[in-house]
């Protein structure tokens, strides 16, 4: 069965620090993978989508960058962090017929 | 680009209750529209979906209905228990299935 991974759970970071999220995926092989974000009580927002390795597709300009080095890998990154980047950040994977599963996700405070 | 809109934004039902929750999209085109579940700091969950061939899906104490030519989708929950409290939200796909557009979610209490 398919597994996915996200670490940390939690992060607590000052502003102007790098950011490093991972999310890696078992049992399937090359899935679309995902990046959102949600704000506290509020919906799921769309960073990034990778049909493949090296092909991202961004949906919202911002600081943060996202890459696939593996095609089971999925990497979200920032050089600086703004107090509005905090949030949960929740990795999905899913295949050609759509469904969607989501990571537990990271938690992340920016101070 | 697709629009989804999900009502109500709140809604308290009293246990044993039925609880509809309904979706509005935009693009024509689309063609899966599921159901994600989510409790209070934890993962979304998916717990049903339906595809444009089909009219209506059930699932134990869930059902989901399409009409496709309206360009709306409903969530029923029947009988609803204290543990069905959660966040819901419905999504849309769109970029031939890559992608899934989410309406904003529903919050649904169920009091016993």
């Known amino acids: 069965s398919q597994t996915i991974h996200q670490w940390p759970a939690t992060l607590v970071q000052p502003v102007g620090s790098p950011l490093s999220l991972e999310c890696t995926v078992e049992g399937t092989s090359n899935p679309n993978l995902y990046w959102y974000r949600q704000a506290a009580g509020r919906g799921l927002q769309l960073l990034f989508y990778?049909?493949?390795?090296?092909?991202i597709s961004s949906e919202v300009p911002q600081n943060l960058s996202a890459s696939r080095p593996q095609d089971r890998q999925f990497i979200l990154s920032s050089k600086k962090l703004l107090l509005s980047d905090s949030g949960f950040y929740l990795c999905?994977?899913?295949?050609?017929?759509?469904?969607?599963?989501f990571g537990p996700g990271t938690r992340l405070t920016v101070t | 680009g697709e629009n989804v809109e999900q009502h109500p934004s709140t809604l308290s039902v009293q246990e044993g209750d039925s609880a509809v929750i309904k979706c509005t999209y935009s693009?024509?085109?689309?063609?899966?529209f599921p159901w994600y579940k989510q409790e209070l700091g934890k993962r979304p969950q998916l717990i049903i979906d339906i595809r444009s061939n089909v009219g209506e899906k059930k699932d134990q104490r869930i059902a989901v209905t399409l009409n496709k030519t309206a360009k709306h989708f409903s969530l029923h929950i029947t009988e609803t228990q204290p543990e069905d409290s959660a966040v819901y939200f419905c999504a849309v796909d769109m970029e031939y299935g890559n992608k899934l557009v989410f309406g904003a979610g529903t919050i649904l209490r169920v009091k016993s």
């Open positions: 693009d024509s085109a689309s063609n899966y």
């Open positions: 990778s049909v493949g390795i090296g092909q």
């Open positions: 999905a994977w899913g295949l050609a017929d759509y469904e969607q599963y």
